[in-house]
């Protein structure tokens, strides 16, 4: 978006600068891939093409089945979408301020551009800061929601911000998910955990030249690795506030 909600900016480009980013992409010599395509190598079903790059898109907001769905399939790249089921079905609720966003029935549209379909959970809530009943609600009724839209299995999950601990993590493999992914803002790699695969997320100031340099492998860190305490200590944090606050934004 040009103007974007002042919420979301820090994690906006411009149509110009994403179509820069994705022709960085191209360039590279990559093959894109979805995540079950990632799922099926880490499971050791199927082998992944040369030199894989995985495009994700969090949310569902209004350009993804428009400028954004365009733009990808204009250039042969395919990607993953997971969706806030609260904030794009009709009637429904979620923590994500107001922005323009997509509906649940564009997610068959989203299909048919190319993307996979993920789950975002219902609220958009901190996973790692919820109860028992409540984080069951989010993982289980959004993987449901979709699967109705979309009349087939949804088996793949992103945490809110990336937020999970190992209680997050076994839920959502209770729950049937097959893969989770974080954030981290590091290179994924072999040996990534299945429920907290690694991704780098683009920021408002982020260059072509920061591009260029994860898809060359360079300019991040490699997961699997352990959280530090800063991470740890926040998480203890947002726990201590949600107990006071209810379900908070995960932003």
């Given at each position: 978006m040009e103007e974007p909600p002042g919420w979301i900016a820090e994690f906006t480009v411009s149509p110009k600068q994403f179509g820069e980013h994705l022709d960085a992409v191209v360039d590279s010599g990559r093959t894109p891939v979805?995540?079950?395509?990632?799922?099926?190598?880490?499971?050791?079903r199927a082998p992944l093409p040369p030199r894989p790059v995985l495009l994700t898109f969090d949310d569902g907001f209004a350009d993804l089945p428009g400028a954004t769905a365009e733009a990808l399939a204009g250039r042969g790249l395919s990607a993953t979408a997971y969706l806030t089921t609260g904030a794009i079905t009709r009637g429904g609720r979620s923590l994500l301020p107001p922005a323009p966003m997509m509906t649940l029935e564009q997610a068959v549209q989203l299909e048919r551009?190319?993307?996979?379909?993920?789950?975002?959970?219902?609220?958009?809530?901190?996973?790692?800061?919820?109860?028992?009943?409540?984080?069951?609600?989010?993982l289980r009724a959004s993987r449901s929601v979709l699967e109705d839209a979309l009349g087939h299995q949804v088996r793949?999950?992103?945490?809110?911000?990336?937020?999970?601990?190992?209680?997050?993590?076994?839920?959502?493999?209770?729950?049937?998910?097959?893969?989770?992914?974080?954030?981290?803002?590091?290179?994924?790699?072999?040996?990534?955990?299945?429920?907290?695969?690694?991704?780098?997320?683009?920021?408002?100031?982020?260059?072509?030249?920061?591009?260029r340099?994860?898809?060359?492998?360079?300019?991040?860190?490699?997961?699997?690795?352990?959280?530090?305490?800063?991470?740890?200590?926040?998480?203890?944090?947002?726990?201590?506030?949600?107990?006071v606050q209810g379900p908070v934004f995960a932003g």
């Open positions: 979805t995540i079950s395509a990632l799922a099926d190598h880490l499971a050791g551009y190319g993307m996979e379909i993920g789950s975002h959970t219902v609220t958009h809530a901190q996973l790692d800061t919820l109860a028992p009943r409540a984080l069951e609600h989010e793949h999950l992103a945490y809110p911000h990336g937020y999970n601990s190992g209680r997050v993590r076994r839920t959502a493999a209770a729950a049937g998910y097959e893969t989770a992914t974080a954030v981290r803002h590091a290179l994924s790699s072999d040996r990534d955990e299945h429920y907290r695969i690694a991704r780098l997320i683009v920021r408002r100031g982020h260059t072509v030249a920061d591009v340099g994860w898809l060359a492998g360079s300019g991040a860190r490699v997961a699997p690795y352990r959280d530090g305490p800063k991470t740890v200590g926040w998480r203890w944090y947002r726990r201590a506030r949600a107990v």
